[in-house]
């Protein structure tokens, strides 16, 4: 078994409980990690052997600019059952984590994040 990342990812999303956040959009940034459960030594240099990091971007990408769900909780759920639909005899735990990097609260913090497993 072995990971695959992503780190990093930035998108502008038009989710939020707030109609504002929906309308303006905002920021968010996604970091993802998947366990392939395949032996390595199967994998002898052949693309096809493995799985395509490009597949979850392109996946995660569409979701989030379709999505106007309301809270980052269930688009980070979303994101984890399309991932595994890619290749459901081969990905095990996917794992999201969820950064909006500007919310409407009054206070001074970086951002707020969640993290999600499955």
Do not use: C, W
């Amino acid at each position: 078994m072995y990971k695959v990342k992503i780190n990093n990812m930035r998108f502008h999303s038009h989710i939020g409980v707030y109609q504002e956040e929906k309308k303006l959009g905002q920021n968010i940034e996604i970091n993802l990690v998947v366990d392939f459960n395949i032996d390595e030594t199967t994998i002898k240099d052949r693309v096809e052997r493995t799985i395509s990091y490009a597949a979850f971007y392109t996946v995660i990408a569409e979701i989030v600019k379709n999505s106007q769900v309301n809270l980052i909780e269930t688009l980070a759920l979303e994101i984890i059952n399309e991932i595994k639909k890619i290749d459901q005899e081969h990905i095990g735990t996917v794992k999201v984590n969820l950064k909006k990097l500007a919310v409407p609260i009054d206070g001074i913090f970086d951002n707020v994040e969640i993290e999600m497993e499955r």
